[in-house]
């Protein structure tokens, strides 16, 4: 891979996936799972910095905004072009981590103080979904043509890994989300494969792609509770599956639902989450998808675009549309109220 030096940012609505948590530190900071190594074990490990930034890239605007949570505001704003995908932000480093798709697929290191591009990677393809791990000091990044998994070392600025995803069947459109679980294990939706894949770092990056064949499309999919399963939704038919690692099996369909998207785990109350509709949330029982709770977000916004719940938190974080602007609000999951908000203007 070739470093680069040409400046440029670009745009997207998503959330970011690191634990970017501060202000009240009892209500909204989760503490993250100690991942020990066996030469190290008699150490309690440190957990990670609490973030006192956190950065929001809006398709509105075409802007990257860096929000102050000591004070619930804007701090900075970026310019952003339209082939950036998703970021990452690292709290140690103060690094913004920037994935480019097309025409010009790369990685590249912001420093949000100086607005400067201190470092650039050239990517074979399209990168389309990255994330960074917080005690491994890691970023995971994939790309369009699921035939590239990258590991970037956050604290060498290296690349220290690249290994083949999904070289059998490979269709055009590739990974398109990545999301945490268990264990320092990581779960893909494939979009139009009408699949999802597992894939576990820790023992030599072994994968295992479960295709669901009464799906169109799946977009979203998250762990389950204890990693055996996983929630994946089809947003073409509205449906929201539970479906077992290893067989296969479909143990649990929800159909007919109202544009499902963002569904997400709640540990706290074993709870499955997703948006529904223009702007409701939806609980459901874990194995049973039994309506458990429903909330209307409306007096808020006019559309949930993306909500997230952070492995372990009692907030969710969620962008909405309210005429024409950005939100960015996080909300006490346990009653629903609002703890912080942030028009992105």
Known sequence: MKSIRTLSITTIIVSLLVLSCSGDQERESPEPEQLVDAKTASEPAAPPPRADRHYVLDEVTRTIYEIDLEKDEISNRFEAKDNLVCIAYDPVKRMLYQGFGAPDPALKLLNPATAEVVQAFEFPEPVTAMLFHPIKRCLYIISKDSTHFMTFDCDSLKMVESFPLHVVNRGFVGPISLSPGPGSRLITANGDRTSFSAIYPDAGYQMQTITNSLADRIDCAVFAFDGTAAYSCDTKKGSLFRIQFGSG?????????????????????????????????????????????????????????????????????????????????????????????????
Do not use: C
Not at 276 to 298: C, K, Q, W, Y
Not at 318 to 338: A, C, H
């Open 249 to 345: 099996e479909i143990q649990t369909q929800l159909d007919s639902l109202d544009r499902p998207r963002s569904v997400q785990i709640e540990v706290n109350s074993n709870t499955v989450v997703v948006v529904v509709g223009r702007n409701d949330v939806l609980m459901l029982h874990p194995d049973t998808f039994t309506e458990t709770g429903r909330i209307s977000l409306a007096d808020h916004g006019d559309r949930i675009v993306h909500l997230e719940i952070p492995p372990k938190a009692n907030f969710a974080e969620v962008l909405m549309t309210y005429k024409g602007v950005t939100r960015w609000l996080r909300f006490d999951i346990r009653n629903w109220e609002v703890m912080r908000l942030v028009e992105l203007i």
